[in-house]
Structures are given as C-alpha cells and as structure tokens.
C-alpha cells in the first residue's frame, strides 16, 4: 500500500462510482434480458445460463488484469478501458436479445459475442478498482471502504432496476435496446467523472514500488498461491460465491412463472432484493465497523451467520413456491437479500483486509485470484442453477415442486459455506509459517524487487 499517499474518504466514494456504474449495467444483462429469454420468447432457460456462464469463465483473467496494474502501478487505465468493454457489451446483448424475436440463432451468435466483451469488462475495471483501493485506503479504513464501494454497487441495481424496470413497460424489443444503452452510456460518463485524477501525483510515489511486482506473471500467481491464507480463503470465496450466485437467473422467471410478474414487475423484484443485500450491508456494516476492522473472528462470525439465514431465506421461498401466487413473495425476496448482505459485507470485508498481507505490489493479483475465484463461482452457480430447474421441470410435473427443489438444494449449500467459513481461523496461523521463505527467496532473486523486498 503506498502510504505516502493515502486516499480520503472522498476519493474512496469517487471509486465506489465506478462500481455503481459497473452495478448498473450489469443488472440488466444477468436479470432483465435472462427474463425475456425465458418468459417472452420461451427459450430454455440454459441459454442466458450458458451466456453468464461464458462471460465468468473469461473473468478468469482476473490474476492476468491485476498484474498488469501492479507492473504498470496505475489502475485508472484499466477501469477506464475495461468500463469501455462493459458499455459496449452490454449494449450488444440488448441488441442481440431484441434480434432473437426475429432470427434467434443470430440473436444468439451475437449474444454470445457481447457476453465476451461484459466478462473481459468487468474483469479489467473491477480487479483494478480493488488492486487500487487495496494499495491506496490505509489498514484502519479498509473494511469501510469495501463496504462503502460494494454498497455503491447494490445502489447501482437498486436504482437501475426500479428504473429501468419502469421504462420497460409496456415491453419491446425496441425499449429494451434504447433503455440498455442509455444506461450503459451514462455509466460510462459517471466512470470517466469518477476517475479524473483520482491516483493524482500518487503516480511518482507507486512508480518507486513497481519494480516488486516486475517478475514474470506464472511467477508471481505462484508465489500468491503459496501462501495458505490467500489459498484457503479462495476455496471460502468458491464455495460461499456458488450458494450466492445459484439463485441469480431463475428468481425472475420463478416470478414470471408462478406469481405472473411482468418484465416490468420481475426487474423491479430484482430491485427489490438488491435493496434488501444494500440494508444487509449497511446493517452490519454500522453495527460491526469497530470490529470488521481490527478483529478477524468479529468478520467470520458475520459470514457464518449471513450464510445461514440466506439458507433460511431460501428455504422459505421453496415453501412458497407450494402456495404461488398468495405468497408474500416480495417479502421474501428482500429477506433473502438482507441476508445475502450480512454475509458478503464480511467477505468483502475480509478480502479486502487480506489483500495486502504478504509479499509486496501482490496486492492485483490476489484480488485477481479471488476475483476469479468467484467469477468461476458465479458462471457455475448460474448456469448450474439453469440446469437443475430445466431437469427438474422435465422430471417433475409441478413447477411449484421443481422450483422448491432447487431452491432448497441452493439453501443446504449455504450451510455448506457456513461451515467453511467457521474454520477461516486456521488461515490466519498458518499465514505465518510461509511468509518468511517467499520473501527471502525475492530478496535472493536479482531484479525481484531490491530493497522493497
């Protein structure tokens, strides 16, 4: 972290700007189009899996983008560029879902195209803008930070789903286009407002610390996975990340199918829940700050126990699916994403603690493995998601009794990750016992780093 040049709290809520104009592009291209492929043009619901699923595996590159940004030692490149990509991708998956009500095998040949570009998108700004606030946000403010960004971020879906919810109404494949691009360009402008200067003349101070990071990239991802903190914490991220993620794309067509919401009514569902994750967040967030930030087992606690109230919240809407449409089902949905809330304020809470422990200028790469880590996690839990409602649909005839399986199957695996995350401590001891080793063979290494090693 270069502390000769820490960022305010301002300049911190600058960059959770970017991550409200990331936020809100990326609503409409996992929640609204993934609907109308589903429900409006009654296409199976594995094809908007299988578009997700694509743009996570490419996020894979996440290691590959943070190394750029330690090496270069400037983020604002990347953010602006990747924001570039995303903007333009998300502007081709409206086109290409408003060409499927035409010719759908072209509609989905350029679908799968602009899901490429929103992965390659998200991977570059979204790595970078934490590489950055991981290097830049001094240790007692780091907790807040993620959770001041990440709650920028919900805001960004709230805002943009209610929104865009309503322009939606009545739908067309001609509103949809129009109003995906006007926020994708409006995204962009914020990203460019929020940027300007940002790492100012930081610039000299980061450029003396660059040379730690000039090793080759197979090396430095390696020495990153050496270390047992950083590889443990990814398997927690994985697994907590699925459980997150496998509800994604089939909450609005389980909406669509059984309570018989509109395009309109199911995004400002979507909205709803993203509101319900911001309170989450905030909640914790307030009630914790004095202990997210110095006490490690204060931010398990916290995963543990978001965890098993999101397999509660779920557990809950595999009820209601036996008693569509008189169910609350709002309700639930925003109890759902209170709890998804609790528990990824800690995780990012952790994240971005743990980020700079252990070799210097990693900071990039790390977020790119856990970025990764987690965009696997995604792409899986949403395509896995898909497939389990496709098939028990085929082998169930309730669509009720279908919907509740999967919902309950996704509950049991937030136990999962609740369990994983109560053994996190361990991590925390054996850091130690590595550390040492990996550093003293940079020092040994000529051109590895020099004094900074």
């Known amino acids: 972290m270069n502390a000769a040049y820490p960022f305010g709290w301002f300049s911190i809520f600058r960059l959770g700007l970017v991550q409200t104009a990331l936020g809100s592009i990326v609503v409409l291209t996992t929640s ?3 609907r109308v492929m589903v429900v409006e043009y009654a296409l199976p619901a594995m094809l908007p899996g299988l578009l997700v699923g694509l743009h996570y595996a490419i996020q894979l590159a996440r290691p590959r983008f943070g190394y750029g940004s330690d090496v270069g030692g400037r983020s604002t490149p990347w953010i602006v560029g990747g924001m570039a990509t995303l903007a333009l991708g998300g502007i081709g998956a409206a086109v290409a879902t408003a060409w499927m009500a035409t010719n759908v095998y072209a509609g989905i040949a350029l679908a799968f195209a602009a899901f490429g570009f929103i992965g390659v998108g998200v991977g570059a700004a979204g790595t970078s803008l934490l590489a950055l606030l991981a290097r830049r946000v001094g240790e007692q403010r780091r907790a807040a930070a993620a959770t001041i960004v990440w709650v920028m971020m919900i805001a960004g879906f709230v805002v943009t789903a209610g929104t865009a919810g309503h322009f939606l109404d009545p739908f067309s494949p001609e509103r949809l286009v129009t109003v995906v691009a006007t926020v994708a360009c409006a995204a962009f402008i914020l990203t460019l407002a929020a940027v300007y200067n940002v790492e100012g003349e930081g610039r000299a101070a980061i450029s003396n610390d660059v040379a730690a990071a000039r090793v080759p990239f197979r090396d430095a991802l390696r020495d990153v996975w050496s270390e047992p903190r950083a590889r443990q914490f990814t398997v927690f991220v994985f697994v907590s990340m699925l459980a997150y993620s496998a509800q994604d794309l089939i909450l609005e067509p389980f909406a669509g199918t059984l309570f018989g919401y509109t395009p309109g009514q199911s995004t400002q569902l979507s909205g709803m829940q993203n509101a319900g994750v911001l309170l989450g967040m905030v909640l ?4 914790g700050s004095a202990t997210i ?14 965890c ?19 169910w609350p089902l709002a309700a639930g949905v925003f109890a759902l994403g209170v709890s998804n809330g609790a528990f990824a304020v800690a995780a990012i809470g952790s994240m971005m603690a743990l980020a700079g422990v252990g070799r210097p200028q990693r900071e990039g790469v790390r977020m790119g493995v856990w970025g990764a880590a987690q965009a ?20 169930i005839d309730s669509a009720g009794a279908a919907y509740a399986a999967v919902f309950a199957g996704e509950g049991l695996l937030f136990l999962v990750a609740g369990a994983l995350a109560s053994n996190i401590d361990y991590v925390k001891r054996a850091d130690r016992a590595v550390r040492a080793p990996v550093l003293q063979r940079f020092a040994m290494t000529p051109n590895a780093g020099g004094d900074e090693a």
Not at 376 to 395: E, H, K, N, Q, S
């Open 284 to 287: 914790v967030g307030v009630a």
């Open 293 to 306: 930030a110095g006490r490690w087992g204060s931010m398990r606690l916290w995963a543990i126990g978001g």
């Open 32 to 34: 609204t189009m993934n």
């Open 308 to 326: 098993v109230a999101s397999a509660m919240s779920l557990l809950l809407l595999a009820l209601g699916a036996f008693h569509a449409p008189l």
């Open 376 to 395: 696997v996690a995604f792409g899986l839990g949403g395509f896995l998601g898909t497939v389990a409602i496709d098939v028990t649909r085929a082998l």
